[in-house]
Structure formats: structure tokens, C-alpha cells
């Protein structure tokens, strides 16, 4: 991701200020505009905090840290700053999910349906279920659909992501499924959402500023 987005960043009006990896200095990142954050589940939270602290806007796309969300909310109206995040920045994607949320709403009193959501990816992503697939299974359920959900992912080789969300009756099925050709979508959702921020303070979902 992070080759992605210096590379299109042009595109967007932007130039590479910093680059940083694990053990990086915040301090490099004063001057900077906006910051990305593609990490892993485990770093987030640390990167946002130190993010927020130094007053830069952020863009997180970086899933598995939603449980801390009281924590990064602190921490931006501490510094003053502004943060928008997203379990997934693909703009199909995310009209993906306003497609399954009026579907679960239209079934939501139809007894007769049972639904599934289903998701695959390359064998190097760290958290099962995506964070996308748990978005979509809460759309559902904002939806009024509250009946059981079932769930399942796996792991294979480098596929970017499929995500299928289903709804079965004795009478007929549907299958509502977004598929990633690459990563490029998703960087270029983040870098929108970089020309969005700045100047904005608060928490955002990428969904609220498309």
C-alpha cells in the first residue's frame, strides 16, 4: 500500500514528505500536511496516538484497532486534529455496503432468509475476519436484519479480497459479492480522503465524506 500511494500521490496534488517503518521518530513527520497509515493491527494505535499528538491530520486504513476507538477519539480532540478511517477505502466497496445494507433492510421482516457473509484474502493479511467483513455484517444489523449472521473467511495465496454477503430461502437465493482486482483502489480512496481532511477536526468514517 505504501508504494501504491507514493506512487499515485502526484495524481492527488500531493509529494512524499516522510516515509517511516517500524522504530521511526514521530519528530520526522513535523511539516507534514497529512499522514497514511497502512501498518498492522498491533502498531496502529501507537501511530495514531503519536499522529494526533504532533496535530497531522490522519487517513487509517489499518483494520484490527476499532476496539480502542474511545482511546483514538481522546486522542484527536487532544490535539485538535482530524482522522478519518475506514475498514476498507475502495469507493466500491463502500457502495458495496450501502448496497447490502438496503438489501438486509428489504429482508430484515422476512423470516424465511438466512444470510451468510463470506470473505477471502492473501495468506500474509494478520486479522481473520477483515475488518471490511465486519462492517458489512454491521450494516446488517443497522440494517434491522438481527437474526443469526454466519460467517467465514479464509487465507490463500495473494488474492486482494473477495467479499460475499448471501441470503437464502427455501424459495431462492441472493448473492450480493464485491471483488478486488488490485490494491489500487484502496490507495486511491485513502489518498480522496487525504485531500478531504486537513482542516477538518474530528473522527470521520470514509463512508460520511464520499
Given at each position: 500500500m505504501g508504494k501504491l500511494i507514493e506512487q499515485l500521490a502526484p495524481e492527488y496534488g500531493f509529494t512524499i514528505h516522510a516515509r517511516v517503518d517500524v522504530g521511526y521518530d514521530p519528530g520526522s513527520l513535523k511539516g507534514s500536511d497529512v499522514a497514511i497509515e497502512f501498518s498492522t493491527p498491533d502498531a496502529a494505535l501507537g501511530n495514531i496516538e503519536a499522529l494526533a499528538a504532533l496535530g497531522?491530520?490522519?487517513?487509517?486504513?489499518?483494520?484490527?484497532?476499532?476496539e480502542h476507538m474511545d482511546r483514538v477519539r481522546t486522542a484527536i480532540d487532544k490535539g485538535g486534529s482530524g482522522l478519518v478511517w475506514a475498514a476498507n477505502f475502495s469507493i466500491g466497496v463502500n457502495v458495496f455496503l450501502r448496497a447490502v445494507h438496503e438489501t438486509a433492510r428489504l429482508l430484515a421482516n422476512e423470516p424465511a432468509y438466512?444470510?451468510?457473509?463470506?470473505?477471502?484474502?492473501?495468506?500474509?493479511?494478520?486479522?481473520?475476519?477483515?475488518?471490511t467483513l465486519l462492517a458489512l455484517v454491521k450494516e446488517m444489523k443497522a440494517a434491522g436484519y438481527d437474526r443469526n449472521i454466519d460467517t467465514s473467511s479464509n487465507r490463500a495465496g495473494a488474492h486482494p479480497g473477495t467479499h460475499e454477503i448471501g441470503f437464502d430461502s427455501a424459495a431462492d437465493t441472493i448473492t450480493l459479492r464485491h471483488t478486488a482486482r488490485s490494491r489500487e483502489g484502496f490507495a486511491r480512496g485513502a489518498l480522496k480522503a487525504a485531500q478531504w481532511i486537513p482542516g477538518k477536526k474530528g473522527v470521520f468514517e470514509f463512508k460520511e465524506i464520499l
Open positions: 497531522i491530520p490522519t487517513v487509517v486504513g489499518t483494520t484490527g484497532w476499532l438466512g444470510a451468510w457473509a463470506w470473505e477471502i484474502h492473501h495468506h500474509t493479511k494478520k486479522d481473520a475476519l477483515s475488518g
